[in-house]
C-alpha cells in the first residue's frame, strides 16, 4: 500500500509539473467574441511527412491558448512544415442550433506573437456572402487576421 501511494504521489506531481506554454489568441466569428470552451486541436506535419495531433491543455478559452511546454516546442520548431487549427463551434440563432468546423492553416509563428485576433466569417451569412470569398468549395467561411505583427485582411468583393 505504501508503494501504491508514492507512486500515485509520483504521477500526480509529474502530471501538475508539466511547463505549460501560453499564447494570446482570441477568435471572433461573425464578428461575436468565442466566450463558451473550444475544443482546439492543432494538426502538426513535420518536414519528413508525418503528422500529429496536439491537444489544448484547458481548451480555448477567450484571449487563451495552453499547450504543454513540450508540444509547443514541437510546434514552432524548424521541423514543422505546417499547422491546421481546427476546432467545432455551435451557435444558436433564433431558436436553432447551428454546428460549424473550422479548419484554418496557422502560422506556427502565430503562437510566438504577443497577440492573435483570429476573426472567422461563415458566408451562409448574406452579409458575408456578398463581400468574401469562401476559403475553398469545401470550406464555406474565410479569416482575416490581426497580429502584433500586423494584419492579414482578405480582399473585399465590390
Keep these: 500500500m505504501k508503494y ?10 509529474n502530471i501538475y509539473s508539466q511547463e505549460v506554454k501560453n499564447s494570446n489568441f482570441i477568435i471572433v466569428i461573425d464578428e461575436e467574441i468565442v466566450t463558451n470552451s473550444l475544443g482546439i486541436k492543432l494538426l502538426v506535419t513535420s ?3 508525418n503528422s500529429r495531433e496536439i491537444e489544448t491543455i484547458t481548451g480555448y478559452y477567450p484571449g487563451n491558448i495552453s499547450l504543454k511546454k513540450s508540444d509547443y516546442d514541437d510546434l514552432i ?4 512544415q505546417s499547422v ?3 476546432f467545432n463551434y455551435q451557435t444558436y440563432i433564433n431558436d436553432k ?15 510566438e506573437m504577443t497577440f492573435v485576433i483570429l ?22 467561411y474565410t479569416f482575416d487576421l490581426e497580429t502584433s505583427n500586423g494584419q492579414m485582411i482578405r480582399i473585399r468583393k465590390r
Design 4 to 13: 501504491i501511494t508514492i507512486l500515485m504521489l509520483f504521477i500526480t506531481t
Design 47 to 49: 518536414k519528413d511527412g
Design 77 to 80: 520548431s524548424d521541423e514543422t
Design 84 to 86: 491546421i487549427l481546427k
Design 97 to 111: 442550433s447551428y454546428y460549424y468546423t473550422y479548419e484554418i492553416e496557422a502560422g506556427k509563428n502565430w503562437f
Design 119 to 140: 476573426k472567422i466569417y461563415n458566408l451562409d451569412k448574406r452579409k458575408y456572402r456578398k463581400k468574401l470569398d469562401p476559403l475553398s468549395k469545401d470550406k464555406n
